[in-house]
């Protein structure tokens, strides 16, 4: 199968149900499932029935104990490792802070080590995903959020879905984060912050899109992202929430759930390990919904091969 055949075919302009990046701001409903299919056990590691249900309601899970302190160390070495090695040296992959040269987020971890391969695989966390996209899943992009101890700096508030269907045409909201939290994420260290249950309103976002806007976006958003009001308006419904948790720790967090982070001021970093899982019936339309050109490969993956899960044997 060709890469451009597996792009989607999907209607555009007056049929797309997230319309973004015009002149104004608005709040439209989500017209996608949250869980899609049954929601029934995939595997030996899926989510109970409670769980599934604080996912569908909240647009997003704290799982703890997912992965070990052990296996969480393990990862967060082998980071050390890739980001002291000359392999990111002058790459597209590697992100800086806005304000330094310390380094803030490297894309694709993936690609460049097994051990990341091997848990962007590993059933404890596809049993889940499969579980709620109800389909084979291929990896949107993976990337490591540094947050370095006294200078990493901020996300502001967004919802990832509103940029990958404008930036990157994924055409429906079909697709889910899943973070491994290789630090302690607490109070002090620039936790992330959401709305429960934003991911229900689709905000569309005012401002067209510059030419080459990943470029900044990567560094400091400012394109697709709510104002005042709106965030206002969806934490008066909601509240607000901070995603804490142990290194290891699982969170499950819908594309569309509004979120965002502060600076971590602390004495300690708060490094996190994210992969984007995209559903293969979702695949990318045949051009982004609201930018001139696609984002580059490395942040919207144009291979579509379904994750092959490995560890356990399912049920
Ligand atoms: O690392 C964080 O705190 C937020 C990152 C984020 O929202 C993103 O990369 O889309
Ligand atoms: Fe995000």
Redesign the pocket.
């Known amino acids: 199968m060709s890469r451009a055949a597996a792009l989607t075919d999907h209607p555009r302009g007056a049929e797309d149900p997230y319309v973004t990046r015009g002149a104004t701001e608005s709040i439209a409903e989500r017209v996608d499932p949250v869980v899609y299919g049954s929601g029934a056990p995939r595997g030996a590691h899926s989510l109970d029935p409670e769980q599934l249900a604080d996912y569908e309601r909240d647009g997003f899970l704290v799982v703890p104990d997912v992965f070990s302190r052990a296996e969480a160390e393990a990862l967060l070495e082998e980071f050390r490792g890739l980001a002291a090695s000359e392999r990111l040296h002058g790459r597209e992959e590697l992100i800086l802070e806005p304000d330094s040269e310390q380094a803030r987020s490297v894309f694709n971890p993936h690609r460049f080590s097994e051990r990341f391969d091997r848990v962007s695989r590993d059933r404890r966390i596809l049993d889940k995903v499969v579980q709620i996209l109800d389909s084979e899943v291929y990896i949107h992009h993976a ?1 490591i ?1 540094i ?1 370095s101890a006294l200078s990493g700096r901020s ?1 502001p508030w967004h919802s ?1 879905f509103e940029t990958w269907h404008a930036e990157d045409g994924l055409p429906r909201c079909r697709v889910l984060t899943a973070w491994v939290l290789l630090t302690e994420n607490d109070e002090f260290n ?1 936790p ?1 912050y959401l709305i429960p249950g934003s991911h229900r309103a689709f905000v569309s976002c005012r401002g067209a899109t510059p030419d080459d806007n990943h470029k900044a976006s990567l560094r400091r958003q400012e394109y697709g992202v709510p104002s005042l009001g709106v965030l206002q308006e969806l934490a008066a419904a909601g509240g607000l929430a901070a995603a804490h948790g142990a290194p290891g720790t699982l969170i499950l967090h819908e594309g569309n759930t509004m ?1 965002g ?1 502060p600076d971590n001021i602390s004495p300690a970093a708060r490094t ?1 390990l994210f992969f984007v899982y995209n559903s293969v019936l979702n695949t990318p339309a045949q051009r982004p919904f609201a930018a001139t050109e696609f984002r580059p490969e490395f942040l919207a993956s144009r291979d579509f091969t379904p994750v092959q899960p490995i560890g356990d044997r399912p049920r």
């Open positions: 990337r959020n947050k996300f990832d620039g992330l979120h982070s996190n």
